[in-house]
């Protein structure tokens, strides 16, 4: 038979929770003398700050930095005239690209994703996904080049062009899936 004093439950309260002490279990043998043990505290800010969690939080908010930069760019160069370096489309055509970026991103992240970081881990996906930035960026002037090339308006390859950098864009997603809190949780202190 296993003594009650030998196994013990450990429940921890909310730190900002303070339990007073039962009078009725305590030792008969106790004088009364030893202090009451101090409650765990959390642990302060500045500690939970180590510099994997600082390089994380960084790494995260640039990501964002620049997937808000060509979310709102996109249909801004679209929607302006070749003349001044846009690709001149109506709200339509716009709106139809960006619906097929949706459906494409949507169906990628749920079939591909997984499979991506299962092969290539999280920091070669966060990086990759970092530098295809670098793509989705260039394809604007390079959009823009090959429309005004183009003899009797868009042709296949702009099309081509528009398809990589939304699928880009896809792929440039996948930086936000698992990174951020599986980093965070594996630096923390």
């Not at 180590?50 to 709102?72: G, P």
């Not at 949706?102 to 881990?121: E, H, K, L």
Request: overall charge neutral; proline content about 8%.
């Amino acid at each position: 038979m296993v003594d009650q004093h030998c196994v013990q439950r450990v429940i921890r309260p909310h730190p900002h929770i303070r339990i007073e002490p039962d009078i009725s279990r305590e030792d008969p043998t106790d004088t009364g003398d030893t202090p009451l043990k101090d409650v765990e505290k959390p642990l302060p800010l500045r500690s939970l700050l180590t510099r994997l969690v600082l390089i994380t939080m960084a790494n995260n908010a640039m990501l964002s930095f620049l997937d808000m930069a060509s979310e709102a760019l996109t249909p801004l160069v679209w929607s302006t005239p070749v003349e001044s370096g846009g690709l001149s489309f109506s709200p339509v055509s716009i709106g139809f690209w960006m619906s097929v970026y949706g459906c494409m991103n949507s169906v990628f992240q749920f079939a591909v994703f997984p499979r991506i970081i299962g092969d290539f881990g999280l920091r070669s996906v966060f990086v990759a996904s970092t530098a295809l930035c670098a793509l989705i960026f260039a394809m604007f002037p390079l959009e823009n080049l090959v429309l005004r090339h183009a003899i009797g308006g868009p042709n296949p390859t702009i099309w081509l062009l528009i398809l990589l950098q939304l699928g880009s864009l896809g792929v440039h997603k996948m930086g936000f899936g698992k990174f951020l809190p599986s980093i965070i949780l594996e630096a923390r202190p």
